[in-house]
T-cell receptor, first 112, second 113 residues
Framework: QKEVEQDPGPLSVPEGAIVSLNCTYSNSAFQYFMWYRQYSRKGPELLMYTYSSGNKEDGRFTAQVDKSSKYISLFIRDSQPSDSATYLCAMSVPQGAQKLVFGQGTRLTINP | KAGVTQTPRYLIKTRGQQVTLSCSPISGHRSVSWYQQTPGQGLQFLFEYFSETQRNKGNFPGRFSGRQFSNSRSEMNVSTLELGDSALYLC????????????FGQGTRLTVV
């Protein structure tokens, strides 16, 4: 079983919809949680960074971490066609903060 | 501020050869990590360098190695290439030792034939 599980999709929604992306994990030592967006033939782009539990909002994006359930989420409001990409969750432990463990990525398509 | 720069962008090598990939981190960033991305395995951590020292290592064979220079630039080397080494190799830099946020370059697409 992988340390980080993420539904690979693909996920297809109409423009303007609220998108919910999720990851579950098994290592309770994870403290740093990130969401990356990756367009085809590009490197991952950091979207959200959260330390420990709680919510964080940045524009149309909201990241949630529930450490008791070992579950993290990314919500995208008012989704746009330009949001079409693969979304990757990543996490790490304090002793190896740069050793990111990634989910498989969810391929998202926003239809105009 | 310039982002993470990786060279070359594309590379084709023959089985058995060796290859060196280069990464220039964001100015001021001292931590550089390398990842391998394949369709089957996703993104997997190779190793991390901080102040010229390898701080963490992933579960890859010894054919994969790296180093970091005093200006924080990093190189990774793969010897005796195998077909399965074909992948996108990504470099990430961070300005905070002990924190998780990392910024990725565009990657080097390596094809082994």
């Amino acid at each position: 079983q992988k340390e980080v599980e993420q539904d690979p999709g693909p996920l297809s929604v109409p423009e303007g919809a609220i998108v919910s992306l999720n990851c579950t994990y098994s290592n309770s030592a994870f403290q740093y949680f990130m969401w990356y967006r990756q367009y085809s033939r590009k490197g991952p782009e950091l979207l959200m960074y959260t330390y420990s539990s709680g919510n964080k909002e940045d524009g149309r994006f909201t990241a949630q971490v529930d450490k008791s359930s070992k579950y993290i989420s990314l919500f995208i409001r008012d989704s746009q066609p330009s949001d079409s990409a693969t979304y990757l969750c990543a996490m790490s432990v304090p002793q190896g903060a740069q050793k990111l463990v990634f989910g498989q990525g969810t391929r998202l398509t926003i239809n105009p | 501020k310039a982002g993470v720069t990786q060279t070359p962008r594309y590379l084709i090598k023959t089985r058995g050869q060796q290859v060196t990939l280069s990464c220039s981190p964001i100015s001021g960033h001292r931590s550089v990590s390398w990842y391998q991305q394949t369709p089957g395995q996703g993104l997997q951590f190779l190793f991390e360098y901080f102040s010229e020292t390898q701080r963490n290592k992933g579960n890859f064979p010894g054919r994969f190695s790296g180093r970091q220079f005093s200006n924080s630039r990093s190189e990774m080397n793969v010897s005796t290439l195998e077909l399965g080494d074909s992948a996108l190799y990504l470099c990430a830099s961070s300005d905070r030792a002990g924190r998780g946020s990392a910024f990725f370059g565009q990657g080097t697409r390596l094809t082994v034939v």
